[in-house]
């Protein structure tokens, strides 16, 4: 694959999240390459939020299911508007 084409397929879902209109996806600001001593750099500006990682609320316990469901109907309705702009999301898990 030629690097064009590679960079080309990774700006794909960074441009279709701005299109994505959800407040349970973080915004897009601005999607970028640079290309400091000759090698090329991706990066994307992302919204700043408030709050806990979820990787660290459940590491407090187990949460109240109450929670749970309500986040789980945040991260459908999150899909459902990726969905809706094309995109297709291949991993979901609460942290890295």
Avoid: F, Y
């Amino acid at each position: 694959m030629k690097q064009n084409d590679r960079w080309a397929r990774h700006d794909v879902g960074p441009i279709g999240l701005m299109c994505a209109h959800s407040r349970h996806i973080v915004t897009v600001h601005e999607v970028g390459r640079v290309d400091p001593e000759g090698r090329p750099v991706a990066h994307l500006v992302l919204e700043l939020l408030d709050g806990r990682s979820l990787d660290r609320l459940i590491s407090d316990g187990v949460p109240d299911l109450g929670d749970v469901l309500a986040w789980a109907a945040q991260i459908c309705d999150a899909l459902a508007a990726a969905h809706l702009a094309g995109l297709v999301h291949r991993d979901i898990k609460p942290a890295m």
